[in-house]
Structure formats: C-alpha cells, structure tokens
C-alpha cells in the first residue's frame, strides 16, 4: 500500500456527510417539502429510482440491484488503482476518492430505500436543473478532475517528484 491509500479517509468523511445530509433532508424536508434559499435555488426532497437526470427510473427495480454492484466494482477498481498510483499522481488519488465517495454513497440510498435521496435543487424560471445531492457534487468533481488529466490541463502538477 502506497500514501495515496490515505485519500481513502477523504471517501469515508465524504460518505458520511452524504448520509447526514440525506437523513436531514428525508426528516425535515420531508416534512417542510421546500426551503427556498435564493430566488433561483432551493432544498426540496426527491426520490430518484434510476441514475443521473432519473435515468431508467422507471424500470420495475432491476435497476437497483445494477447500479449497486457497478458502484461497488468501480469503488473497487478505483481502490485497487489508488494502490498502484505512483507518487507523483496524488491529484488521481484525490479523483478517485472522490467518485468513490459518490458511488458508495449513493448505493446506500440504494440499499437502504431501494432509491437515492436528492435534494439539491436549481432553476431558473421554469427550467429546473434536476435535483441533486453531497455525493453527486463529488461524482463530479473527481470526474472532472479526472477530465482534466485527460487533457493535460495545467493547474494539475503532473510532475515526477
């Protein structure tokens, strides 16, 4: 095991702000419905069936049981490759816990309520983002950070050290 092993602990406290929030939002929001923020942003309680944007929602429940063991063997393989990752690739080490982090999250709501609770929520007018939660931002921060090793971006030291 190398240091980047270490990043993990960043999955476990993203996992757990995950989970809080989400009880929070199925015990309050439940209950209140809306908590308007700003006129363009609000906390509102939804129940996603399917993947991002509700995506096979509506597909009589098989679909849990394969999104579940997709983020497990992704949160494995990215496990195993945070393991391999050479000393100089912390910034992938930190994008791999993060998606980590997302995935595993999300598969609880899975496993626990056989959907994943979103409560994020922007629109403008009548265009509505869809909703969203803790473990989507960091699906989408490690996958954007992972984008931009793809692509060479400079802001990543990609340097041996």
């Known amino acids: 095991m190398n240091k980047h092993t270490n990043w993990l602990w960043l999955s476990l406290i993203i996992i757990i702000a995950d ?24 906390l509102s309680l939804v129940h996603n069936t399917g993947a991002a944007f509700g995506f096979l929602g ?5 679909q849990h049981v394969f999104f579940v063991t997709l983020a497990l063997l992704i949160s494995i393989i990215l496990a195993i490759a945070i393991a391999r990752l050479q000393s100089f690739e912390r910034h992938l080490a930190v994008a791999y816990s993060l998606v980590i982090a997302g995935a595993i999250g999300n598969a609880i ?15 403008y007018q009548d265009y509505h983002f869809p909703h969203f939660n803790i473990a989507d931002i960091s699906i989408f921060i490690g996958a954007a950070l992972l984008f931009a ?3 060479g971006w400079p802001f990543l030291n990609r340097k041996k050290v």
């Open 19 to 42: 989970q809080v929030t989400k009880y929070w939002a199925e015990h309050v929001l439940g209950w209140s419905g809306l908590i308007p923020i700003l006129p363009v942003f609000d």
């Open 149 to 151: 090793e793809a692509f």
């Open 58 to 62: 509506s597909m009589g429940g098989w």
């Open 109 to 123: 709501d899975r496993v626990v309520y056989q959907y994943v609770v979103d409560f994020i929520h922007w629109f």
